[in-house]
């Protein structure tokens, strides 16, 4: 009798056991199904700020586009721009993007 609740035990341990490594494979494929799309779209989002050109590059590269009342776009000239957060109003990524063109011009 002693012999079955020892040799049960055993059975129950390495079934936890196996269990533990089936449930612990599930979390992190979950995980991974979950948090990397959701860390891709922040790299994409990102690289489209880091990519844009300072207010003083995008200038000394467009001189043209410094006029006396302001910043005009490089593509069709216009000076109508307005100030975007990358991922929302208030973000501290700005993007400055030309309202006639859509053209991202320059990055804050
Ligand atoms: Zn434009």
Redesign the pocket.
């Known amino acids: 009798m002693e012999l079955v609740v020892v040799v049960g035990s055993f059975g129950l341990i390495f079934l936890m056991y196996a269990l533990r490594d089936l449930f612990f494979e599930m979390l992190f494929r979950l995980l991974f199904k979950l948090f990397f799309p959701i860390i891709r779209v922040i790299s994409r989002d990102y690289s489209r700020w880091d990519k844009l050109p300072s207010l003083a590059e995008y200038l000394a590269h467009h001189e043209e586009c410094k006029t006396n009342n302001g910043i005009s ?1 490089a ?2 000239n ?1 000076k109508s721009i307005k100030n975007w957060g990358l991922k929302g109003a208030n973000d501290a990524f700005r993007i400055f993007i ?1 309202n ?2 859509d ?1 991202d011009l320059y990055k804050k």
Do not use: A
Request: proline residues 0%; neutral net charge; charged residues 0%.
């Open positions: 776009c593509t069709c216009s030309c006639h063109c053209t």
